[in-house]
């Protein structure tokens, strides 16, 4: 059974939402989000069903990593993981401080882009994380070639840490407060 987690009405785009994920019953929809071309930073892209999956079962059973379908206008339509940087990903790779969350963000792949969808995503997923008081900073370590990712979220606060070699892929290590975010996008958080 799935639960909706967080809400939040976008000024431009509407309604978006984020709800737990079943990792059996959302197996087949998320494989067609990581193993999608745009997906390739995801590392999934020769994956089958049973392996998303097990993936996804596997988050889900852990006590510091969790996965999230996030909707849009009541349609599914980007993933969202949030999880604890000192204990997952980033194990020993930086210098972790209390209230660090971790998260990852994938938008589903789209026939027609909608202006802005993206931004909004990562605004709800990041607006969403700072509900929670016991967060003080938000880490991420994408890819470093993802220039893409990059620049939105250096246009939603993150500053860049720095460079992290991590076992699958070299990652820009950068992290975003409550202040910085709330700066970047005017939000009150």
Same mark, same amino acid.
């Given at each position: 059974?799935? !639960?909706?987690?967080?809400? /939040?009405?976008?000024?431009?785009? %509407?309604?978006?939402?984020?709800? !737990? =994920?079943?990792?059996?019953?959302?197996?087949?929809?998320?494989?067609?989000? *990581?193993?999608?071309?745009?997906?390739?930073?995801?590392?999934?892209?020769?994956?089958? #069903?049973?392996? +998303?999956?097990?993936?996804?079962?596997?988050?889900?059973?852990?006590?510091?990593?969790?996965?999230?379908? %996030?909707?849009?206008?009541?349609?599914?339509?980007?993933?969202?993981?949030?999880?604890?940087?000192?204990?997952?990903?980033?194990?020993?790779?930086?210098?972790?401080?209390?209230?660090? *969350?971790?998260?990852?963000?994938?938008?589903?792949?789209?026939?027609?882009?909608?202006?802005?969808?993206? /931004? @909004? =995503?990562?605004?709800?997923?990041?607006?969403?994380?700072?509900?929670? #008081?016991?967060?003080?900073? *938000?880490?991420?370590? #994408?890819?470093?070639?993802?220039?893409?990712?990059?620049? &939105?979220?250096?246009?939603?606060?993150?500053?860049? +840490?720095?460079?992290?070699?991590?076992?699958?892929?070299?990652? &820009?290590?950068? *992290?975003?407060?409550?202040?910085?975010?709330?700066?970047?996008?005017?939000? @009150?958080?």
């Amino acid at each position: 059974m799935t !639960t909706v987690v967080y809400r /939040r009405d976008d000024p431009a785009l %509407g309604a978006f939402a984020l709800r !737990t =994920v079943d990792p059996d019953a959302d197996a087949a929809l998320l494989h067609g989000w *990581v193993t999608h071309p745009k997906a390739a930073f995801w590392l999934m892209q020769d994956a089958d #069903p049973a392996r +998303v999956a097990a993936e996804y079962r596997r988050i889900h059973d852990h006590p510091r990593h969790d996965a999230f379908v %996030g909707l849009w206008r009541d349609r599914p339509a980007f993933l969202a993981e949030r999880y604890d940087p000192a204990r997952v990903e980033l194990v020993g790779l930086y210098d972790a401080e209390p209230g660090d *969350v971790g998260m990852h963000f994938l938008c589903a792949p789209a026939g027609k882009p909608v202006h802005g969808f993206t /931004r @909004a =995503v990562i605004t709800t997923v990041l607006a969403w994380l700072f509900a929670d #008081p016991a967060t003080r900073r *938000v880490v991420v370590e #994408p890819d470093v070639r993802n220039t893409a990712v990059h620049a &939105l979220n250096a246009a939603v606060g993150f500053q860049v +840490v720095g460079p992290v070699a991590k076992p699958e892929k070299n990652a &820009l290590l950068s *992290v975003c407060t409550r202040a910085m975010f709330a700066s970047a996008t005017g939000l @009150a958080v």
